[in-house]
C-alpha cells in the first residue's frame, strides 16, 4: 500500500480454491419447477485475483475506485441441460447439472465516494461494473449483474 496525504493506492493478488460442495457433486435439488443435479465427476476450482485500489479521504468526502480481474480455472456452474417429456408431465420446467467451465474470467470496477457535509451527516453512492465471461465457450456467465450500485445516507 502507497500512502500520501489522505491518498492511499493498494495492488493485490490472491490464488484461490475451492472444492465442489457434496450437493454440487451428490445431490438432487428441486424448487419450483426447476431440477438441479450433482456430477460427481467435477474438479475443484483455482482462481487467481488481481485488484488495484485508489482512495482519497478527506474531512468532509472521500472518493474510492478499484478495478479487478479474476481468472478461473475449472469453474463450477450449473447449466441447462434440457427437460424430459416426464420431466413436464411432473412440472418441471428447467434441468439443470453442474460442471466444470474450463475457463472463465470475471472483470470490472467500482467507483464510490461519500461526503460529510456537517457532523452526524453522511450520504453517499457506490456503482459496480462486472463482466463475467466463460471464456471456452466465449459467452456471458449466467447469474453475474452486470450493473449494480446503491445511495446510503446515515
Aim: proline share 3%.
Amino acid at each position: 500500500m502507497y500512502q500520501y496525504s489522505g491518498l492511499n493506492v493498494r495492488a493485490s493478488y490472491a490464488a484461490g480454491f475451492r472444492s465442489p460442495t457434496l450437493q454440487q457433486m451428490y445431490a438432487v435439488s428441486e424448487s419450483r419447477g426447476q431440477i438441479t443435479v450433482g456430477d460427481p465427476d467435477l474438479d475443484p476450482e483455482k482462481s487467481n485475483f488481481y485488484n488495484l485500489n485508489i482512495e482519497y479521504n478527506h474531512r468532509l468526502f472521500s472518493i474510492a475506485a478499484s478495478i479487478y480481474q479474476n481468472d478461473l480455472k475449472d469453474k463450477i456452474e450449473a447449466e441447462d441441460i434440457g427437460t424430459t417429456p416426464e420431466d413436464i408431465e411432473n412440472g418441471i420446467t428447467r434441468r439443470r447439472q453442474y460442471r466444470n467451465i474450463e475457463k472463465a474470467r470475471v472483470k470490472g470496477f467500482d467507483i464510490g465516494f461519500s461526503v460529510r457535509p456537517f457532523t452526524g451527516f453522511m450520504f453517499g453512492a457506490n456503482y459496480i461494473y462486472t463482466d463475467g465471461r466463460n471464456r471456452t465457450e466465449d459467452i456471458r456467465l449466467e447469474r453475474t449483474v452486470r450493473h449494480s450500485g446503491n445511495f446510503n445516507a446515515s
